[in-house]
């Protein structure tokens, strides 16, 4: 069987890159690249109860499953989502492991649900009312290459939307200095297997073994390298040229991922 | 779905180590569960602990691995001739054709949590005996059994909470059926740690006694520690009666609550119904229900009423948490295995520890054993966000 689907919606959000129309005029050389914090929105479509517990892992995955929902014109309730990151609330492991080396030992409750790995997945399913299935991965940093597997194989396989939602965030020390990720970044890619009016492109995909490709902006392949979703961007510059082409993800020591992209006209 | 054919598996918890001995316990309704003893944990509750974890050690070549969580992985790849199973199953198919499905909800965190005992007092650093990514990080389980048996397919952890292992057969189904692998080794390991221990009982989740599930005066989970594996094949030409095979899968989400189920079980009833639609099978056609079954109030209700919903109040059913405990993210594979030895023995293993049923749950939970010849039996796993996963085995014909 081909992996091929039709990507609908893009979402991207990371340091000095706002949404996809902004991270699109980057990767395009049409606008340069500002290295800048990563600016995360507030996820409005949460219950003010659940807002306020939302961490920053949510908040990027929520801002970019919502920006590539938005722009695919998808009700969200319906889609099978696939959420891969390489790490689960990195904040509140912190709090935590911080809490268990005292005496007293007490957890938040609250911050104990949040710890899960399918945080993001569970707060989507709240947001949106979906309860289409959750496929929840991690890859460490091949975290979104699994991701995009999974969710071209379900697309492919069972023939329905999925939602690919993968995202990123730092740990604060002394985590950090063990896993050094510096900064929020998230990229959502909307996934059908057939064409629609909003498709942007075609994608195929297959295992490969040759060497995955880097970004010749020394500053865009520091991003790719320092974040596991940004491994997404070589991706992501094929989509904003918007003619055609291929790329090889990074992904696992024994293969990478290569993806055939055709514009949509 | 097309048929999958469970190649191999094995199974060790607190009941016993491989299939065998978990096969045992069940036979005499044993229970693995003990007071809490582990490591410096101040909790008045029940764990189910697996013995001979900390003798455990891993090939020097893995050194980087090791931690409570890689043990227990090594210890129960070791049970059942599986290891050499899994190489024999590369050997036949070629080391990229098959891929690896590991559940975890914590992996080997309890590194971190030592490590962060032991932050130096000035610069507040862990210390650099501390390995982040092959200990800590949900892959490093996955990894661990990807290099310990030199597997080259597409190798994932899946972590969605306590449905994390059985959601690991439906990714590894999808992958076969779209033809990047041949066979897919598929399960889960969770091992017993303080954040769970303390996170649960900040909830309020933890029993004193032994868990209860169904028990009118069930009060909670007792948290325990498992490994559990599958080798999951295409149905071979030569597929012989009695062979255990993965029938359907059904997932679904509850859109409803971070750490509580759906008052209903409305989410696990579509997970049930997608299962039954996966299998193209009615609710009569199943013989027995291994339940999530964790022995909170509100888990056993919703789930109660989102069985009978669909299978009326006489389909046998029971969870066989109160013998393992909550095994957490390894709790589908290990139930998985279970389903698989109850078809392969005939055997509805009754429910221990619970005393007297809740009437108030109309499910048909059953407290004794019965022998009776079992063909097809569904596991449900149900997990915080609120994701929910049925799996469906069979015999063949």
């Not at chain 1, 965030?169 to 900064?183: F, M, N």
């Not at chain 2, 069940?26 to 410096?40: H, I, N, V, Y």
């Not at chain 2, 066979?183 to 091992?191: F, K, Y």
């Not at chain 2, 999530?292 to 209700?301: A, C, E, I, V």
Request: aromatic content about 6%; hydrophobic content about 40%; charged content about 15%.
């Amino acid at each position: 069987m081909k992996l091929s689907a039709y990507v609908g919606g893009i979402g991207v959000l990371g340091p000095g890159l706002n949404n996809w129309p902004h991270t699109a005029a980057v990767l395009a050389g049409q606008q340069p690249y500002v290295p800048a914090a990563t600016v995360l929105p507030s996820p409005e479509m949460l219950p003010p109860a659940e807002r306020r517990r939302t961490g920053r892992v949510v908040k990027v995955a929520l801002g970019v499953a919502l920006e590539a929902t938005s722009n695919a014109g998808q009700d969200a309730a319906q889609i099978v989502s696939v959420f891969s990151s390489s790490g689960s609330d990195g904040h509140i492991c912190h709090e935590i492991c911080e809490a268990l080396a005292l005496p007293a030992r007490e957890v938040s409750p609250t911050r104990f649900s949040n710890s899960v790995h399918n945080v993001a997945a569970g707060y989507w399913s709240i947001a949106t009312g979906s309860q289409s299935p959750s496929n929840v991965l991690c890859a460490f940093d091949a975290s979104f290459a699994a991701g995009l597997l999974e969710s071209l194989i379900q697309t492919s396989v069972d023939q329905c939307p999925v939602l690919l939602v993968a995202y990123d965030a730092e740990y604060p020390p002394p985590l950090q200095l063990k896993r050094p990720i510096p900064d929020a970044l998230g990229v959502a890619m909307l996934f059908t297997p057939e064409k629609g009016t909003r498709s942007l492109a075609k994608i195929e995909a297959t295992l490969t073994d040759e060497a995955c490709d880097l970004m010749a902006d020394s500053q865009l392949e520091a991003l790719r390298r320092a974040i596991p979703a940004a491994r997404a961007l070589p991706l992501l510059l094929l989509l904003a040229a918007g003619a055609g082409g291929r790329a090889i993800l990074e992904y696992l020591d024994v293969s990478r991922i290569a993806v055939q992209i055709e514009t949509c006209s | 779905m097309t048929p999958l054919l469970l190649a191999e598996f094995t199974a060790s918890s607190c009941i016993g180590l491989g299939a065998n001995a978990t096969l045992t316990a069940l036979l005499e309704q044993r229970s693995g569960l003990k007071r809490c003893e582990f490591e410096t944990v101040n909790i008045d509750t029940h764990v189910g602990e697996v013995p001979g974890v900390d003798a455990q050690r891993l090939p020097r070549t893995l050194h980087q691995f090791d931690c409570r969580n890689n043990r227990l992985t090594e210890l129960a790849l070791q049970q059942d001739g599986f290891f050499e199973s899994v190489q024999a199953a590369a050997s036949r198919w070629g080391r990229r054709r098959v891929g690896v499905f590991i559940g975890t909800s914590t992996a080997g965190i309890l590194q971190t949590e030592l490590a962060y005992r032991a932050r130096d007092p000035n610069s507040g650093a862990l210390p650099s005996s501390f390995e982040y990514a092959t200990t800590h990080n949900t892959f490093s389980v996955a990894d661990y059994v990807r290099q310990r048996c030199r597997l080259e397919g597409p190798a994932v952890a899946v972590s969605s909470a306590c449905a994390s292992s059985a959601k690991v057969f439906g990714s590894a189904r999808r992958m076969i059926e779209a033809g990047l692998i041949d066979a897919a080794l598929v399960g889960g390991t969770d091992s017993l740690c303080l954040t769970t221990l303390y996170g649960f009982h900040s909830l309020q989740l933890t029993s004193k006694a032994p868990c209860r599930p169904f028990d009118a005066a069930r009060d909670g989970i007792s948290i325990g520690e498992a490994a559990a594996f599958a080798l999951l094949e295409r149905l071979p030409g030569d597929l012989q009666g009695g062979s255990v095979l993965l029938l359907g899968v059904g997932e679904s989400s509850d859109a409803y609550h971070m750490s509580a189920p759906h008052p209903e079980g409305l989410g696990a009833k579509r997970a049930m119904q997608a299962a039954l639609a996966a299998a193209s099978l009615e609710p009569v056609d199943i013989d027995y229900i291994n339940l999530h079954g964790t022995g909170t109030p509100s888990n056993d209700r919703s789930e109660s009423q989102a069985v009978t919903s669909i299978f009326g109040p006489t389909t046998p059913c029971s969870s066989t948490k109160g013998a393992t405990g909550h095994t957490l993210g390894a709790a589908g594979a290990l139930e998985a295995i279970i389903s698989a030895l109850s078809i392969k023995n005939g055997l509805m293993p009754g429910g221990v520890h619970t005393a007297r049923i809740d009437p108030t749950l109309t499910a048909h939970y059953i407290k004794e054993n019965r022998r009776a010849s079992v063909r097809r039996v569904l596991s449900n796993s149900f997990g915080f966000g609120g994701t929910n996963c049925s799996l469906i085995f069979g015999a063949a014909e």
